[in-house]
Nanobody, 125 residues
């Protein structure tokens, strides 16, 4: 069982930056691939970025590639999402999720077993 708690969301102007954190409970965090998803009002949940168990491999959606960076610290049981050059279309609730070791980094939301409660990110124009 893994419990995930996101933090770091807020209101920022276009062009600004935010850093999201996701703290995980349990001693098996390093066995899980981690990802960030987001859901904007009236839209389906979409993939943002994922990272392998060791942090050695990452994968991004085209919409955030070059602007967002996912990372993890297994000693702190935490995964991060650094978001730069934010745009109004990045406004959404951001969720972190955990998937068992071996899950493909490009896997969809259905492959992730554990989810946080989400943190709101609002980018004003």
């Amino acid at each position: 069982q893994v419990q995930l708690v996101e933090s770091g969301g807020g209101l920022v102007q276009a062009g600004g930056s935010l850093r999201l954190s996701c703290a995980a409970s349990g001693r098996t965090f390093s066995r899980y691939a981690m990802a960030w998803f987001r859901q904007a009002p009236g839209k389906e949940r979409e993939f943002v970025a994922s990272i392998s168990t060791t942090g050695g491999n990452t994968y991004y959606s085209d919409s955030v590639k070059g602007r967002f960076t996912i990372s993890r610290d297994n000693a702190k049981n935490t995964v991060y999402l650094q978001m730069n050059s934010l745009k109004p279309e990045d406004t959404a609730i951001y969720y972190c999720a955990a998937a068992p070791w071996g899950t493909a980094l490009a896997a969809g939301a259905e492959s992730y077993d554990y989810w946080g409660q989400g943190t709101q990110v609002t980018v004003s124009s």
